[in-house]
């Protein structure tokens, strides 16, 4: 993917959605509908460096590369102590991917998964205020509680 296809992606969502109402996510009616297929991508990305010795792929856009870094930490303890210094957008993505880690946490031991909970609720917190009418910050909730 390059640059041209990242803005290719923004401007169609942007100026040509097929009806008014589809350039924006439905819940909120501001988010804007791109936002969706940019989380997705940094979140497929961040995993592979997390769980791969592969470099990122060079094509990829300079934004997207920060992105992808901006989410990838070396370990839990640094994530959790750096998170709060990065945009709001990527610490909405990041509790896209605790909450995906949540929902698979029986590998988890007790004292890992009550960390993994700790720390999910501050984010949580934290992201419902910039974004709450987001499904992820309601989901969330209800599985923290």
């Known amino acids: 993917m390059e640059q041209k296809d990242i803005e290719y992606i923004i401007r169609a969502h942007d100026l040509f959605p097929v009806k008014p109402s589809k350039a924006f996510r439905k819940h909120d009616g501001k988010t804007p509908s791109y936002t969706h297929s940019l989380w997705c991508l940094i979140l497929l990305y961040h995993d592979l460096l997390e769980d791969t010795t592969l470099p990122l792929p060079d094509w990829l856009p300079n934004d997207i590369i920060r992105g992808i870094n901006d989410m990838t930490f070396e370990s839990f303890t640094k ?17 896209y991917d605790k909450v995906n880690n949540l929902m698979d946490s029986s590998w988890m031991s007790i004292e890992k998964k009550l960390a993994y909970n700790r ?3 501050i984010l949580y917190q934290e992201v419902s205020t910039n974004f709450p009418k987001l499904n ?4 969330a909730k209800s599985i923290l509680c």
Do not use: A
Request: aromatic content about 16%; proline content about 0%; glycine content about 0%.
């Open 136 to 139: 992820i910050t309601k989901f």
């Open 79 to 95: 994530e959790t102590k750096l998170i709060f210094r990065k945009n709001k957008e990527i610490r909405l993505f990041k509790l």
């Open 119 to 121: 720390y999910t609720e």
